[in-house]
């Protein structure tokens, strides 16, 4: 099992442009989210969803979307980056369950220029 | 709103001397409270979780319901744990996990 997968793993782009970046499961989890880590900031949330149809915005939505068609996939679209978009982005998955273990994917490190 | 806050940045220690990464969080209910560990070249993963109880490479963490507090211990700390430890918390009803802002452990040989 690869667990859960991102790509690309490392990006660059010019201000203004737009791209998704890509996250897949194939633990069959239900909860999967999406985290910015910046340097001193830690992990901040984006969006998460709690199945297939439901998503939610977290605490740091603003110039980002999310959809979530399948269980599997889970893509986070960047629309007319910007500089403070810089940051490496991770992608985890859950079970249902209050205390279940996060499961994160390796990262994708994005810089805006 | 709920907060989980890591006071220390960096933390030195030598090799078998004693470690302690504080936690502290602000949540009037009853919480749901993780370490994950984050070392070089590696995915973020869990270390432990409060209602397991359990020790995991030596480290343990106790909640303290009265201080709010969920601080890392490990009687003596090996080279292998340096890394970036963030603790996590998840408050009653919620789906979201908030992370503090990470210390990062370095042990000095």
């Known amino acids: 099992n690869a667990g859960v997968t991102q790509t690309p793993k490392f990006r660059i782009l010019k201000i203004g442009q737009s791209m998704t970046l890509q996250c897949t499961q194939d633990m069959n989890h239900n909860y999967m989210y999406w985290y910015r880590q910046d340097p001193g900031m830690g992990l901040k949330l984006i969006y998460y969803s709690v199945g297939a149809g439901i998503t939610d915005k977290g605490e740091v939505p603003n110039g980002y979307n999310v959809s979530r068609s399948t269980t599997e996939d889970f893509p986070l679209r960047l629309e007319l980056a910007a500089p403070s978009q810089t940051s490496v982005y991770f992608c985890?998955?859950?079970?249902?369950?209050?205390?279940?273990?996060?499961?994160f994917g390796e990262g994708s490190r994005l810089t805006v220029l | 709103a709920q907060r989980v806050t890591q006071p220390e940045k960096l933390l030195s220690v030598f090799k078998g001397a004693p470690v302690e990464l504080k936690c502290n969080y602000s949540?009037?209910?009853?919480?749901?409270l993780f370490w994950y560990v984050q070392y070089s070249r590696q995915r973020l993963q869990l270390l432990l979780r409060?209602?397991s109880r359990e020790s995991i490479k030596g480290f343990t963490a106790d909640l303290n319901k009265g201080e709010t507090s969920f601080h890392l211990k490990k009687p003596f700390a090996q080279e292998e744990d340096s890394a970036m430890y963030y603790c996590?918390?998840?408050?009653?009803?919620?789906?979201?996990?908030?992370f503090g802002k990470g210390t990062k452990l370095s042990v000095i040989p």
């Open positions: 996590a918390f998840q408050g009653a009803g919620s789906y979201q996990l908030t």
């Open positions: 949540y009037s209910g009853s919480p749901e």
């Open positions: 985890a998955t859950k079970t249902s369950g209050r205390a279940g273990e996060l499961f």
């Open positions: 409060h209602i």
